[in-house]
T-cell receptor
Framework: AQSVTQLGSHVSVSEGALVLLRCNYSSSVPPYLFWYVQYPNQGLQLLLKYTTGATLVKGINGFEAEFKKSETSFHLTKPSAHMSDAAEYFCAVTNAGKSTFGDGTTLTVKP | DGGITQSPKYLFRKEGQNVTLSCEQNLNHDAMYWYRQDPGQGLRLIYYSQIVNDFQKGDIAEGYSVSREKKESFPLTVTSAQKNPTAFYLC????????????FGDGTRLSIL
């Protein structure tokens, strides 16, 4: 069994501020973890993924995430928010080709 | 460019009608998926198929049906048995490997008249 919990359904930051979106997972096998972004009325786009190896993963648009096994976490960060980062973000865990998604976090960026 | 095409973008259904949502991919992916998205509930898996002519129920399959006769196509039928069909439906595909991401279409928004 696997599950994902995203803490905070809404996060608001000022432009230029640090972005931190939280994700905790549960998995009975070593997890493969993903972050996706969704803009209004569109599908999801892959931001980054953790499979094996380096625990700090870099993705597109300046985002990165750190896999912490001891904390079962995979939080997404970006040092400086941009207005174009406003979107909904989903964390997912995948096993045997089947993904379980969190409920999503809506990021608002204030000018 | 390779990708996933969902059609139509918007769909309206009358009470008691079945409707079919189209999903086509040219990524040569083996696995395809259908999700339902409701506000604040993330994505819920309806059906998935890991190979042609085979598919499995997801978490919320009641009131839905699928077929996978071709690798490129995975249509979803929302039947009249689905009592609350209004939602955003997303189709995705992947190579099927455990560590592979899914590629998504742009969705179909279904509403009841």
């Amino acid at each position: 069994a696997q599950s994902v919990t995203q803490l905070g359904s809404h996060v608001s930051v000022s432009e230029g501020a640090l972005v931190l979106l939280r994700c905790n997972y549960s998995s009975s096998v070593p997890p493969y973890l993903f972050w996706y972004v969704q803009y209004p009325n569109q599908g999801l786009q892959l931001l980054l993924k953790y499979t094996t190896g380096a625990t700090l993963v870099k993705g597109i648009n300046g985002f990165e995430a750190e896999f912490k096994k001891s904390e079962t976490s995979f939080h997404l960060t970006k040092p400086s928010a941009h207005m174009s980062d406003a979107a909904e973000y989903f964390c997912a865990v995948t096993n045997a080709g089947k993904s379980t998604f969190g409920d999503g976090t809506t990021l608002t960026v204030k000018p | 460019d390779g990708g996933i095409t969902q059609s139509p973008k918007y769909l309206f259904r009358k009470e008691g009608q079945n409707v079919t949502l189209s999903c086509e991919q040219n990524l040569n992916h083996d696995a395809m998926y259908w999700y339902r998205q409701d506000p604040g509930q993330g994505l819920r898996l309806i059906y998935y198929s890991q190979i042609v002519n085979d598919f499995q129920k997801g978490d919320i399959a009641e009131g839905y049906s699928v077929s996978r006769e071709k690798k490129e196509s995975f249509p979803l039928t929302v039947t009249s048995a689905q009592k609350n069909p209004t939602a955003f439906y997303l189709c995705a595909s992947s190579t099927g490997g455990r560590n592979q991401p899914q590629h998504f279409g742009d969705g179909t928004r279904l509403s009841i008249l």
